[in-house]
């Protein structure tokens, strides 16, 4: 699986949206981007993944740039439910295991 | 919406004890992990099992650990001889063959099983 690179920690305003970066600069050609997130000490939620389309499904938005080295997972509206780890993850499919970094700690703030 | 369980939610047990830990995956799915997160690090991988035999494990996976789908609805995880350095949680998950056996694309993980050695 290709490296991920993700901001250790970000605050978000309740009710604003959310915007996570993740640099995926050696991701190939037959690797998705899944997002995950880990609530605290709840079992890792997936989130969304894409491949070189931005997608949209009822918890998020991802955003892959052109050239597919970065892209950005987007909440719209943030609630504090949504504070938590957030994993962005290079994959080529859905049955391999999946490799969590550190992830970015978001914490919405009221 | 379907989901994976656990049981026990949390499991406490003397070092150099066998430790069994249970899952129920979700039921049309084939794909079966088992990860864990020691206290303050990442979740680590496990193993995947797939047609009632190991498709992946990794270093962790000794021969401490073992994997068994005993009938058709759970999915455990033996640890034979617990060491302090086994406490942790304990997570399954599970995915579909996007047949007509769900989204393959996604793995469903289960909320965790508390394992504390003493």
């Known amino acids: 699986d290709a490296k991920t690179t993700q901001p250790p920690s970000m605050d978000c305003a309740e009710g604003r949206a959310a915007n996570l970066p993740c640099n995926h600069s050696t991701i190939s050609g037959n690797e998705y981007v899944y997002w995950y997130r880990q609530i605290h000490s709840q079992g890792p939620q997936y989130i969304i993944h894409?491949?070189?389309n931005n997608e949209t499904n009822e918890m998020a938005s991802l955003i892959i740039t052109e050239d597919r080295k970065s892209s950005t997972l987007i909440l719209p509206h943030a609630t504090l439910r949504d504070t938590a780890v957030y994993y962005c993850?290079?994959?080529?499919?859905?049955?391999?295991?999946?490799?969590f970094g550190i992830g970015t700690k978001l914490q919405v703030i009221p | 919406e379907p989901e994976v369980t656990q049981t026990p939610s949390h499991q406490v047990t003397q070092m150099g004890q066998e430790v069994i830990l249970r899952c129920v995956p979700i039921s049309n799915h084939l794909y079966f992990y088992w990860y864990r997160q020691i206290l303050g690090q990442k979740v680590e991988f496990l193993v995947s099992?797939?047609?009632?035999?190991?498709?992946?494990k990794s270093e962790i996976f000794d021969d401490q650990f073992s994997v068994e789908r005993p009938d058709g609805s759970n999915f455990t995880l033996k640890i034979r001889s617990t060491k302090l350095e086994d406490s942790a949680m304990y997570f399954c998950?599970?995915?579909?063959?996007?047949?007509?056996?769900?989204?393959?694309?996604?793995?469903?993980f289960g909320p965790g099983t508390r394992l504390t050695v003493t």
């Open positions: 993850i290079a994959r080529s499919g859905g049955y391999q295991k999946v490799t």
């Open positions: 998950a599970s995915s579909g063959t996007g047949l007509a056996g769900g989204n393959p694309y996604e793995q469903y």
């Open positions: 894409g491949l070189k």
């Open positions: 099992f797939y047609n009632n035999e190991i498709s992946e």
